[in-house]
């Protein structure tokens, strides 16, 4: 699969116990995107690009969780 490493990054992230369940419920949305192969992977990327990119500009997310974002991020 193509999205291996992103996908466990994401799993790591969603294990990690600060975050919050709304994040989890995104990351989990950020998963389906990816595994679903009837898509060209360019647009799953830019979809959950966008999605990352959205979840890291929230002000009240903690500086740990949004440099774990941009470094999932980046692996895209």
């Known amino acids: 699969m193509e999205f291996d490493e992103v ?3 994401l799993e790591m992230l969603k294990e990690d116990v600060g ?3 709304s994040l989890k419920i ?3 949305e950020i998963i389906v995107i990816l595994n ?3 898509e060209a992977k360019e ?3 830019h ?3 966008a ?3 959205d979840i890291s500009s ?3 997310l903690q500086s740990f969780i949004r440099t774990q974002i941009y470094q999932i991020m980046s692996l895209l």
């Open 19 to 21: 975050i919050p369940k």
């Open 43 to 45: 647009i799953r990327s």
């Open 36 to 38: 679903n192969e009837q």
């Open 58 to 60: 929230d002000s009240s």
């Open 7 to 9: 996908i466990e990054a």
């Open 26 to 28: 995104k990351v989990d």
């Open 51 to 53: 999605i990352l990119e």
């Open 47 to 49: 979809k959950v690009g």
